[in-house]
């Protein structure tokens, strides 16, 4: 009886122990399903600070607080918004039209920016004779784009296009060539297609666009490799004086009127997209 009763003591001593240990880890569980809670219950208030902060900033500057909405509403607003344009005409005209004094700026700007959309439109169509105006080599540029989509199995796309404004934003006169850089910014639906497929770009979000149109004026290019500056001279037919500047229409040395050979032409060389 004595034996039997330290066996029930052994064995309730070993589950007093087991109960303890089984109490220790209960607690230590409820300790960390505590602390996770609260930790869950932290960044869930973060978070939903966070998304009050945005919803209140969308709210602000997009005039609602759907923050997918104002994203939405924000693509779209800057997909409107015309660039800006580098019009410095009130500092290069002076210069310009000492050089030409019968330089026609109006007249240009207007070319440049017909110049510009039929470049676009002739990629559009994959035509070249699309392209109004221009000298050989925006010719052959245009050309090169145009072939290298064929290549590639791709239709590049602009439509709707429309202009905004064209500037004077350039001019040098480097003594071989006289180059004018005109500015503009363009909107359209630019994109590019690979079969029924769009590959690049969006057919439902305009795009805004900035581009240089560079106008040349340039005496014929072989005698230009040739005679270099030399060729830029023209000799005073009254007393044989030599009469530089492109613009120069009397004789500096004896002051009769001078009338430069005319184997100069102002063309359209160059039209690049800028930033």
Known sequence: MGILSAGVIVILVLVIIIL???AVIAAAIIGVVKKTTRSVKNV????NTVVHTAQTISKVT?????IAEGIRRTTFEYAATPKTVSDNASIYLPKIAKDFPEFNNTEMVTRAGNVLTSYLFAIDNSDASKLKEGN??????L???IDLNKDKGYVEHYERIKLHKCGLSNYVNDGAKCVITYQAAVQYLHYITEGDKIKTGR?????QAKYNIDLIYIQDRDKVDKYSDMALSSVCPHCGAPVKGTG???CPYCGSPVEIINIYAWSFADIKETK
């Open 203 to 207: 057919n439902d979000l305009m795009t």
């Open 20 to 22: 303890v240990i089984v």
């Open 136 to 141: 050989e080599e925006l010719k052959n540029k």
């Open 44 to 47: 869930t208030d973060s978070v």
């Open 62 to 66: 997009t005039g609602t607080s759907d």
């Open 143 to 145: 050309q090169m784009q």
């Open 248 to 250: 120069e229409k009397v």
